[in-house]
């Protein structure tokens, strides 16, 4: 029943290594989100999926690679990880495409940390 | 450009304490603006919202109303509980999905 949700939970990895983090959700929305959330709980969109178009894309290192296969799911894939990428990663969820007043649904974040 | 700006915490307040949130933001145009709540180790709910100005956003005792003189949104609840431990982000959207968030404001409740 979970709305929003996210693999894996917890992610622990190498400096170098390649990692992927999955989303899906079940409310039938048709745009999704990435919210990076650094250690000092700030948080900062990275990219936005309408309907498997990306539509907003923030200023993020081309390592990092989004990709949606349908408007239910937005994966998230990192190359060459490195200590800086170590957050927690929020997906997210909304009607509509490019609307200010719908509100998003957060998945539980995935922890990302990098060695 | 976009912002919010949120009082600095941690924030301990005794049970059945008044709670104030500070938030300001600012914007052009007339954004939607949220407050969301993390509890430990979880993702963000939406606590309410409030998408023009003069609107009142309420949800589980918790208010804030969208003040556009001041350019605020004020996070308040009469009696807070344990149970309402967890961080609280202001947020606005004004450019079409895009949520801007203020850097959060922990809260701590003690019995």
């Known amino acids: 029943d979970t709305a929003v949700s996210q693999t894996p939970k917890y992610l622990v990895t190498q400096m170098g290594n390649d990692k992927s983090i999955k989303c899906e959700q079940n409310?039938?929305?048709?745009?999704m989100y990435w919210y990076k959330q650094d250690s000092k709980k700030f948080l900062k969109i990275m990219f936005s999926?309408?309907?498997?178009?990306?539509?907003i894309n923030e200023t993020v290192p081309n390592r990092f690679s989004p990709k949606s296969p349908d408007k239910a799911h937005l994966n998230l894939h990192i190359n060459s990880l490195e200590l800086g990428d170590s957050a927690v990663y929020f997906c997210?969820?909304?009607?509509?495409?490019?609307?200010?007043?719908?509100?998003?649904?957060f998945g539980p974040g995935t922890r990302l940390t990098v060695t | 450009g976009n912002s919010v700006t949120q009082m600095e915490g941690p924030v301990t307040l005794s049970e059945e304490a008044f709670l104030t949130i500070n938030c300001t933001y600012t914007?052009?145009?007339?954004?939607?603006l949220f407050w969301y709540v993390q509890y430990p180790g979880e993702g963000l709910q939406l606590l309410l919202k409030a998408t023009k100005a003069d609107d009142k956003g309420s949800n589980k005792g918790f208010e804030a109303t969208y003040r556009k003189e001041t350019t605020s949104f004020h996070l308040e609840k009469g009696s807070v509980q344990v149970s309402d431990s967890a961080v609280y982000f202001c947020a606005l959207n004004n450019q079409g999905g895009k949520l801007i968030f203020g850097q959060g404001t922990e809260l701590s409740v003690k019995p």
């Open positions: 997210a969820s909304s009607q509509g495409r490019l609307s200010s007043s719908y509100e998003q649904y």
């Open positions: 999926y309408n309907n498997k178009e990306l539509i």
């Open positions: 409310l039938g929305h048709d745009t």
């Open positions: 914007a052009t145009g007339y954004p939607s």
